[in-house]
């Protein structure tokens, strides 16, 4: 089982920057990919960003150019560097870590909101 706590939500205005990190725990060998989906209102849960731990990233076009993940493998740590932020952006953030021996872990959420 892999548990994963998020930190680095908050308030913050439009066109600011925000960083979300990621920390997984348990026993996570071999491929595995983690990222972050995002979940507003009414709304469904939708991917945000992903990296392997090969380092193949994958991004939603909506935030293509302004959010960056990156993770470090020894740390098992994931972090979204989130720029140019914009009302739509605000949501609840979650962490997702899957792999074939571990299954699909989430974190808590952090929420996110951007406003005026």
């Known amino acids: 089982q892999v548990q994963l706590v998020e930190s680095g939500g908050g308030l913050v205005q439009p066109g600011g920057s925000l960083t979300l990190s990621c920390a997984a725990s348990g026993n996570i060998f071999g491929f595995n990919i983690m990222g972050w989906y995002r979940q507003a209102p009414g709304k469904e849960r939708e991917l945000v960003a992903s990296v392997s731990s090969s380092g193949s990233t994958d991004y939603a076009d909506s935030v293509k150019g302004r959010f960056t993940i990156s993770r470090d493998n020894a740390e098992n740590t994931v972090s979204l560097q989130m720029n140019s932020l914009k009302p739509e952006d605000t949501a609840v953030y979650y962490c997702?870590?899957?792999?074939?021996?571990?299954?699909?872990?989430w974190g808590q959420g952090t929420q996110v909101t951007v406003s005026s």
């Open positions: 997702c870590y899957s792999s074939y021996r571990n299954g699909v872990s």
